[in-house]
């Protein structure tokens, strides 16, 4: 089992050391991942400058690129071998409901879409590193856990854990995604050479939050698992848009 680690908080954060260290007796694992804390990089590839792999002092592989780049870059060769499967994180915040389409930690996985192994994204529910032994362990189990499933291709887990001791975590559940209220509007700011920026503001509260949710099942002390997919298409618009079309052109 060969594995590719990589996160969007940067290749220094605690968490993918926590993550590495979990599954490094498990599989041959190879880190790949950004040299600076890209969260809310999405999937988004750097296309207008070349990539730089850096090897640091502890084999992890620094890029100067996002966290989708890190993926795409170890997959299609930079490494002698492709992985089986990717896992990202821990990121240290959620990704619940809309925070899917801004991660790069769930995004990182989603790259991973194309291998055998279903890929694995990882987020603790909390700013601090105090918790990751719980989310590692947790992690671990999962990882060892993938190779008796079989999804098909272009799945994700999204995996969220509370931020508790182990102790206190109640069980898994599996969840869909709930969704936020909108973002408070962003935070006017001004240098000291009186030119005006805006920083975004925090993701929204739950809005839809009820049991079945991701949200609910980490605010109960349940370690969250959505299953993603790519296709977002929304089939049950079809047919009131064939309305909508006809006589159109
Ligand atoms: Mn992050």
Same mark, same amino acid.
């Given at each position: 089992?060969? =594995? ?6 940067? +290749?220094?954060?605690? $968490? =993918?050391?926590? *993550? &590495?260290?979990? *599954? ?27 990539? &730089?792999?850096?090897? *640091? ?7 100067? $690129? ?5 993926? &795409?870059?170890?997959? %299609? ?9 990717? +896992? ?14 801004? !991660? ?26 105090? %918790?990751?032994?719980?989310?590692? &362990? ?21 995996? %969220? ?16 995604? $709930? ?44 370690? !969250? ?21 006809? $006589?159109?052109?």
């Amino acid at each position: 089992m060969r =594995i590719l680690i990589s996160n969007d908080d940067g +290749v220094t954060a605690p $968490g =993918i050391a926590a *993550l &590495h260290a979990a *599954l490094a007796d498990y599989a041959e694992c190879v880190v790949i991942a950004p040299d600076q804390d890209k969260s809310g990089a999405s999937s988004s590839l750097t296309l207008d400058r070349p990539l &730089h792999p850096q090897t *640091l002092a502890n084999g992890f592989i620094s890029l100067n $690129g996002t966290p989708t780049d890190c993926v &795409h870059l170890g997959l %299609n060769g930079l490494l002698p071998q492709t992985p089986d499967m990717v +896992v990202s994180g821990i990121n240290l915040g959620a990704n619940l409901g809309d925070d899917v389409l801004y !991660s790069g930690t769930v995004a990182a996985a989603l790259e991973g879409r194309f291998l055998g192994g279903t890929s694995l994204a990882f987020s603790l529910l909390s700013r601090q590193p105090d %918790n990751l032994p719980t989310a590692a &362990h947790i992690a671990r189990r999962l990882v060892e856990a993938q190779s008796r499933l079989s999804l098909p291709p272009r799945t994700v887990l999204n995996v %969220n854990i509370p931020n508790l001791p182990l102790e206190h975590i109640r069980g898994i559940q599996l969840t869909r995604l $709930g969704h936020r209220a909108r973002a408070a509007a962003p935070t006017k700011v001004v240098n000291p050479r009186g030119k005006e920026g805006y920083w975004i503001a925090v993701a929204g509260d739950a809005e839809d939050g009820g049991p079945g949710t991701d949200f609910h099942a980490v605010m109960q002390g349940y370690v !969250s698992i959505t299953p993603l997919q790519l296709d977002r298409t929304f089939s049950d618009a079809f047919e009131q848009l064939d309305g909508w079309l006809e $006589g159109l052109l």
